[in-house]
């Protein structure tokens, strides 16, 4: 499988980069405590439905795993800038597959490397203020499956902003927009769980609330295990319904396509 | 002054080089106002659901956002050179260029870079202040503009100073280090709140390292007329001027880093 090598490949490029990997673990971890820091002194005015102990492990969750939400691929962005992305164009390959796999072992590696040390020192922190084990084995075992799901969409939905890409040739314009869209959406700068009740019934059936928000909630409990696949069916639903749009953008870019440079 | 003028004309060259590429200018600074409206919503959420923060009304907080957000992006406007660009500067070579030309390095690094898309996220931050200044019920005085004005101009030195703190490692490892965003950024994040509602060794931080809390929480505070651990009204004057302070260390340390300077060579 062909799709599998770039999978692999990419894979290792990702491991070389150990250094900036350590700084940038110990800046999310700063960025964790200071935005649970803030939810404590918030929780001790008025406290909430949701508690304390959950909005910390919704906010190690999501500080562990920033790298597979907003990794962009800036050497295939260049590519695009540059034209080279004609010579992938002429491999035997489908160019939807194709990337997507590159994005998927990109995201993969570049956050799991970061969230295993990092929800380790979560773990080490005092009750209340690090991460909280998972409401049962059984929420475990169903945030995994969701967190595929979730991981899926997320390659899906940055395939579709490359195609954008593709299509103005610059990567800070819409491509910026639908970024800045899923960090205020899938719960990054506030926990999706703290939004207005009301808003939270539509919020979560968007994409972007399938890719961290969704397991979390399961893992944390706020989702029961008899949810579960109500929950999965969303997730799926988006999960090829994204692909879908990925594929016919990119057939679409195919034809009309202009080379930029010699 | 001749400095100053320099660095006038070539922001204003960068502006309109800027402003070549209008469709793409307009979309990044959507994007901006996209941006700093969704921290400004995440504030009015929190003010919804929780009212107060530790003795903090909604208004207040709106308010210190607003400070924060001025500041920081007034920072990044001007000193582009400085936020941002640096480290790339040096990795490329382009350093070198300045090294031989009659002006001082830090002269020419201020001159070579601005933002302009980040006055979208200054012009929140300004409707911030406006909505929590009629929240907070604040009567205003010449002393109280007065103050205003020094915290935002000393914030900025301090955030400044601390963005030359990336640089001044970048000189010695070539690459831009992330650590340093800890203490920017962070601070940018964690001091757009009050001060006093974190635990003591985070204020120490902000205090004595990177004195967010003197330069924008005590004056802040007293123009609230809540004043921080009930100091008394002159402090509101003086911690402020610690900004100035950190600049300047940075700038001898940023000169005295510069003497090892050894270019990459491309």
Known sequence: ?262 | MNTLRLYIKSIGMLLRSHLQYTSSFIMQTLAQLVMEGGEMMVVILIVDRFENLKGWSGGNLYFFFGMMSVSFYLTELFGRGITGDFPSMVRTGKLDTFLVRPRGVLTQVMCSGTDPRRITCIAVGIAALIMGSRLSGITWTLTKVFILIESIAMSCLLILGLFMIEAIFSIFSVKSVELVNAITYGGRSACQYPIDIYPAPMRALFTVIAPFALTLHVPVSWILDKPLYGWPMWTAFVTPLSGALIFVIMTILFHLAMRHYRSTGS
Do not use: H
Not at chain 1, 126 to 146: E, H, N, R, T
Not at chain 1, 190 to 215: H, M, N, R
């Open chain 1, 1 to 262: 499988m062909s799709y599998l090598t770039v999978f692999k490949m990419r894979l290792r490029m990702e491991l070389q980069y150990r250094g900036a990997m350590i700084g940038g673990i110990f800046c999310q971890m700063f960025f964790g405590i200071v935005l649970v820091a803030l939810y404590r002194a918030l929780y001790a005015g008025k406290t909430q439905s949701v508690p304390i102990e959950n909005i910390a492990t919704y906010v190690w969750l999501q500080q562990a795993f920033f790298r597979m939400m907003f990794a962009t691929d800036t050497e295939l962005t260049d590519k695009i800038k540059s034209g080279d992305i004609s010579y992938d164009l002429c491999r035997p390959v489908n160019m939807y597959a194709f990337y997507y796999a590159r994005i998927a072992a990109q995201k993969l590696m570049g956050s799991v490397m970061r969230a295993v040390p990092m929800l380790t020192m979560a773990f080490l922190l005092p009750k209340g203020w690090g991460i909280s084990l998972p409401v049962s084995p059984l929420g475990f075992a169903l945030c995994v499956p969701a967190f595929v799901l979730g991981f899926l969409c997320v390659c899906a939905l940055e395939n579709i902003s490359v195609a954008f890409t593709m299509k103005s040739l610059d990567p800070r314009g819409i491509a910026a927009l639908l970024n800045l869209l899923m960090m205020i959406m899938s719960g990054n700068l506030l926990p999706l769980t703290l939004f207005p009740e009301s808003w939270q019934k539509v919020i979560t059936l968007f994409p972007y609330a399938q890719l961290l928000d969704a397991p979390i909630r399961l893992y944390t409990g706020e989702y029961v295990p008899a949810d579960a696949l109500r929950i999965y069916a969303v997730q799926a639903f988006w999960v090829v319904t994204l692909i879908w749009l990925g594929v016919v953008m990119w057939n679409a870019n195919r034809k009309r396509m202009i080379v930029q440079g010699g």
